[in-house]
């Protein structure tokens, strides 16, 4: 018999992507540096003081770019009723930032848990069942066909660079109007939005890697103007890059 909610800490070395799969309702909370996870329709990041509420028996992929800290919790089926979605990233709290750090004293064992153990864990899934409700909006369509996924991956590439849409066609090997046909119908948008919120995702993982400037991060990205890179993080955000970065610390 394991316990029927139980967390734990750990630090990874950055790792190509691999699936992840549990038959318990995962809390994925990032304490230092961002995660990637690829879920069936979209790409998210995962910083500090962010986490992911993956329904039991759902696969998604994860991809370490960076070393990173993280806290897991795991609720049995019977314990928590079903998540909102299969996945969401979401914001944590401060209380449900206190409410991990004090469940990762209780780790998997056969022993059940005790009285207050249990109230502490079930106050996370409430407050974390809530906050999945008003989802991170820090996410990105993952494409159904081959020729779109090529698309996106070739921009994900070279989002640093001066890149043109006709470029992203002709290494799929579409006519601009087919892919922008396909944008449109796989994920809704234009590839111009597309490529702003993949510039914003990476952003996001560049500022929760290290200290480098605002600046400087925009520039990786494929910024030249600083206001134009702050008006998109705002946009998709709802922070500038500074108070984003800010609300990694506890």
Known sequence: MTREAFAFARDFAPAPAAELRVDRHYLLCAARGALRLETRDRVAVLPPARAALIAAGEPIRVTIPQ?????????????????????????LSPLARALVTECVQWPDAP??????????????????????????????????????????????????????????????????????????????????????????????EELAAGEATVTAVAHRVGYTSLSAFNAAFRDLTGRTPSEYRASFRP
């Open 111 to 204: 022993e059940p848990l005790p009285a207050y153990a249990r109230s502490i864990f079930a106050a996370l899934a409430a407050v974390a069942w809530r906050s999945a409700e008003d989802p991170s909006p820090v996410t990105v369509p993952a494409g159904r066909s081959a020729e779109l996924r090529r698309a996106l991956a070739v921009t994900g590439e070279r989002l640093g660079e001066d890149l043109s849409f006709e470029e992203v066609a002709r290494e799929v090997g579409l006519a601009p109007r087919s892919l922008a046909r396909r944008f449109q119908e796989e994920t809704g948008a234009t590839w111009s939005a597309v490529l702003r919120r993949m510039r914003v995702l990476r952003a996001i």
């Open 67 to 91: 070393p990173v800290t993280t806290s897991s919790v795991l609720f049995a089926v019977d314990f928590a009723p079903p998540p909102p979605a299969p996945v969401t990233v979401l914001d």
